[in-house]
């Protein structure tokens, strides 16, 4: 394999736009965590099953965990934006197509990052309602929603990508 070009991808408006999101939603997730250790109970829902219903319960300490794995993947995935040659593409990249394919590929890991921030800040609402007894599960369409945020765009950015290289 030959060494592909390395290329600093500016960005673009959206790309800000999610950037911006995606840092706002996880500062929210930190504060949401301090906010819920000094209001809620001592134990709390701390795991869920397939449909949503809370099936372990543990000490509200593990609030801190969500906002510390979702900063620690961010932090990652940002760092890791910065790299884009290094990443797995579906096509070969060569120097015609290196620009829109990597940036293409780092759009779509600020998407990640933002949904990433989304769903642990809202696993954190919903955990917060049901230790508080105001719902009794999450729902449902909770696992559906995560996979068709996640999954989907997945699949999209590889037809995406073939497509980009023609």
């Not at 543990?58 to 906002?67: H, N, Q, T, V």
């Not at 990652?76 to 197509?97: C, D, R």
């Not at 949904?115 to 599960?137: N, Q, S």
């Not at 996979?147 to 980009?164: D, E, H, K, M």
Request: glycine share 6%; aromatic share 16%.
């Amino acid at each position: 394999m030959e060494p592909r070009p390395k290329i600093k991808i500016t960005l673009r408006p959206i790309d800000k736009v999610m950037e911006v999101a995606g840092w706002l939603l996880l500062a929210a997730t930190c504060i949401l965590a301090v906010y819920q250790y000094y209001t809620l109970p001592e134990i709390i829902p701390v795991h869920y099953n397939a449909s949503g219903v809370p099936d372990s319960y543990g000490s509200k300490k593990f609030l801190f965990f969500l906002p510390l794995l979702a900063l620690v993947l961010f932090i990652g995935m940002t760092w890791l934006n910065k790299y884009p040659h290094i990443f797995n593409y579906p096509v070969t990249i060569t120097n015609e197509n290196a620009e829109v394919q990597y940036r293409f590929a780092t759009r779509m890991i600020r998407y990640m990052k933002m949904i990433l921030a989304f769903i642990f800040c809202f696993v954190l609402i919903g955990g917060g309602l049901a230790a508080t007894g105001k719902v009794t599960k999450l729902g449902w369409w909770f696992i559906p929603l995560i996979v068709g945020l996640t999954v989907i765009p997945a699949i999209y950015a590889v037809i995406r990508s073939f497509r980009l290289n023609k």
